[in-house]
């Protein structure tokens, strides 16, 4: 037997945020189902929070298909007045429909959810409580969303600090392999609008490019669907960014199931260097 050749006791999916991009992490959840992967450690921030929750839950990706395309953007962001933040009562009525008024130690595998409290500044990890409300916390973009107050948290979206938490897995469930979904490669690019929505998008954007390093530097595999085309803020294209995550998925499936089954040692993270302009 090979140095490597024993299977990791832990292995972790960890799904990242990006609005109605993470819709792709479903695509990546059907590949892995048809290749008879499963994971019994789940991490989620924002968007992923959602589906990792769905995912916890044992829902398959074809329940969760069939559930999307019953949404429209009005049924998560239910304000309608422009500029002022809505409440997440959307998101927290889409969990209680489909998975119920419950907790996340009730779901079948383990979840954590990864939010900020705005009070400290803190980074939240959730392994127990209310799902709903986690989860809307998780969510809630701040500018877009209000936050959401629960046992003495102000908790607002996860990405603000971590926006793609592979270094979570390890910390609150001692994992020691993680396949990440970076479902927001093409963040960090500006705006010529001076609109304060559009200025503020662009801020959130350019913070969560830098926060997003260290999910790269804690991951063995990084999925990154091709999703630049498609809009955060529609529902328009959901077969079409499905089929992106799962198409991610397959083409680094191999190299999924050789770390996954230890036989082969995961690479060491390579070094990242931001981008920046001297003048």
Not at 52 to 70: D, H, L, P, R, W
Not at 191 to 206: F, G, N, P
Request: with cysteine.
């Amino acid at each position: 037997m090979g140095l490597f050749s024993k299977k990791p006791k832990r292995p972790a999916l960890v799904l990242g945020g990006g609005a109605t991009r993470g819709l792709a992490h479903i695509g990546a959840i059907k590949a892995f189902e048809e290749h008879g992967i499963n994971f019994d450690y789940v991490v989620g921030t924002s968007v992923g929070s959602i589906i990792a929750a769905f995912y916890a839950a044992g829902v398959t990706s074809e329940q969760m298909i069939s559930f999307v395309k019953t949404l429209n953007v009005k049924d998560i962001k239910t304000g309608i007045i422009p500029l002022v933040p809505s409440k997440t009562d959307g998101i927290q009525n889409l969990v209680k429909k489909y998975l119920g008024d419950i907790n996340i130690e009730d779901l079948k595998r383990k979840f954590c959810a990864v939010a900020v409290d705005i009070k400290t500044g803190q980074e939240i990890h959730f392994t127990s409580g209310n799902l709903s409300k986690i989860v809307a916390g998780s969510c809630s973009v701040p500018g877009v969303f209000l936050p959401v107050k629960y046992n003495g948290y102000v908790l607002h979206d996860g990405g603000l600090s971590n926006n793609i938490p592979s270094n979570v897995p390890a910390l609150v469930f001692n994992c020691d392999s993680v396949i990440a979904i970076d479902v927001n490669s093409t963040r960090g690019y500006g705006t010529d609008s001076d609109k304060l929505v559009d200025t503020l998008m662009a801020s959130m954007r350019i913070m969560m490019k830098s926060n997003s390093l260290k999910g790269y530097l804690n991951s063995d595999i990084i999925i990154q669907p091709d999703l630049k085309r498609f809009k955060s803020t529609k529902l328009n294209s959901i077969d079409e960014m499905i089929e992106e995550g799962y198409k991610a998925t397959i083409f680094q499936m191999e190299k999924i199931k050789a770390i996954l089954n230890g036989k082969v040692k995961p690479e060491k993270p390579k070094k990242i260097k931001l981008k920046k302009h001297i003048i």
